[in-house]
C-alpha cells in the first residue's frame, strides 16, 4: 500500500501494477490513507520538529498532503522535494518541488536534508535496508529520519454480523498479507526492526509511537480496505479467493455492524549526530 503504484509479483506471475494513484480506485485509495493517517502523521512530526528553512525529502508522498503541510511549515525560505514513482496526485507548490522516481534507483537530487519522511514505503521494497541506508546518509548534520510503516499486528474482529463473516475477514487478512504481501516482498515486521535499525547506524535520539484505531463498516479505515481488496482482485483469485467471497467481503465492510481493528502504524525517528 505504497502511496505510488506498487508492482506485484507473485511467484512466476507477470508484473502488474495493482495499487496505481491514476486511477478512479487510486484516488480513492490516497484519499482514504490521507484522512487516516495524517493526523498521526503530522502529529509526530510536530513532536520531531519541523521549522522555516529547512530542508525536506518526502519519500511515498502519494497525494502531496503531508508535501504540503512540510512546505507551510518551512516556507517561505525552506525546500520540500516530494518523490513518488507516480506523481499523478502531487502537484508542485511554494517551496514543492516534485520528481517521478524510483528510489532503489538512488535519490533524484543530492542531498544533505534536515528532515526526511518516508510513510508506507521502505515496508513495500525488498531493498528496504540499502534504501534505509542511503537515506540515513542522506541526512544533514542534526537532521533526522522519520519512518511511518505498518506492522503485522493482526487485524482482530471486534463486532461482526456473524461468525461466518468473522471467519471471511480472518481469510481474507490471511490471502492479503500472509500470501499476497509476502509474494510481493512485504515485510511487516520491518517495523518494529526499524529503531534498531537506526541505533546501528548510529543516530541519536532514537524514538518513535505506535498508532491504531478500530474502523467500522462504512468508515474510513474499512472502505481502504474494500479498495484495496478491489485494487488486488485478480491476484486474490489467483491466490484461491473466490468471486463470492469477494463479494460478500466487500458488502461486510459497508455493514456498520461490523467493527475491527485498522493497521497499526509504527513511527520511528532517530536524528543524524551534530558532529
Known sequence: MTAGAVIAEA????KEYIFDTGSDLGIGHM??????LDEPTT????AVGVRPGQRCLDLGAGGGSISHWLADRTGPTGQVVAVDIATDQLTDGPGIE?????VTTGLPVDGPFDLIHARLLLVHLPQREQVFEMLVDALAPGGWLVLGEF????LTVVSAPSDEDRALWERMMHLSHDRLGAARGIDLGWAHSVQGRMDAAGLMNVHGMEYSQTTTGGGVGCLLHRNLNQQAEPLLLQFGATPAELARYRELLLDPGFR????????????????
Open 11 to 14: 511467484g512466476g506471475m507477470d
Open 31 to 36: 484519499d482514504c490513507l490521507q484522512r487516516v
Open 43 to 46: 502529529r509526530f512530526l510536530e
Open 98 to 102: 516534485v520528481h517521478r522516481h524510483d
Open 151 to 154: 506492522s503485522g499486528r493482526p
Open 260 to 275: 475491527a481493528w485498522f493497521y497499526q502504524l509504527v513511527f520511528s525517528a532517530g536524528q543524524r549526530p551534530l558532529g
